[in-house]
């Protein structure tokens, strides 16, 4: 029979108490408050990938959005508010979402079109996403347990504010309009100022 000293009985009982406990696999997965928005990517409305790092160094207004709702008059506000920005280092990116209402039931290359001829978007949009539940796409996910739930959509065209740094700035409910004051204001101050 194998003795051990009382010491060694010691540093394995203080090993393993110190190792970390396994993962519980029915977990929700949790982003962390640290992590940064450049470390999620969606997929373009055409194909690929569109990792939010490309966005680095750039203020990124992050908009669910939907072709039928009472809010999609916003698309103008948001081009324009691009238009008036992104030589300043601001993007637009649109994540069309049929989360509410049913409101955006369209396949992408209708809902590209329909932003194109309508509204004459030209930032860019992700594929279709849930922006909510479990479903949620994972940004979604770590937006809302980053500003809590008080900050996550809870309809179509809800806005978050990304900063050049990949943190999350400031939520703004649906009917806050792209170029009304509030949202305007929190673009100035985090776009980087022109030389």
């Known amino acids: 029979m194998l003795k051990v000293s009382s010491g060694f009985s010691f ?11 396994a993962a519980d696999p029915a977990a929700p997965v949790v982003a962390e408050k640290s992590a ?3 470390s999620f990517s969606f997929e373009a409305i055409d194909g690929g990938p569109l990792p939010l790092s490309t966005f680095a160094g750039k203020t990124v207004l992050v908009v669910n959005t939907a072709s039928m709702c009472g809010f999609t008059r916003q698309y103008q506000g948001l081009q324009d508010l691009y238009e008036a920005y992104r030589d300043k280092g601001f993007v637009v990116l649109g994540a069309p979402s049929n989360d509410f209402g049913g409101q ?15 509204f004459n978007v030209n930032f860019p949009l992700t594929e279709k996403v849930a922006v909510r539940g479990a479903a949620a796409h ?4 770590w937006a809302r347990e980053t500003l809590g739930a008080a900050n996550a959509p809870s309809w179509n065209f809800h806005k978050y504010l990304v900063g050049p740094d990949g943190r ?8 806050e309009e792209p170029m ?16």
Request: hydrophobic share 55%.
């Open 11 to 21: 540093i394995v009982a203080a090993l393993i108490a110190a190792a970390p406990a």
């Open 36 to 38: 940064s928005a450049h």
């Open 104 to 118: 955006e039931p369209d396949k992408e290359a209708d809902i590209k079109k329909f932003c194109e001829v309508n």
């Open 138 to 141: 994972p940004f979604y996910a």
């Open 168 to 175: 999350l700035i400031a939520a703004f409910a649906s009917g």
């Open 180 to 195: 009304g004051e509030k949202i305007r204001a929190a673009v100035e101050a985090a776009v980087k100022p022109t030389p």
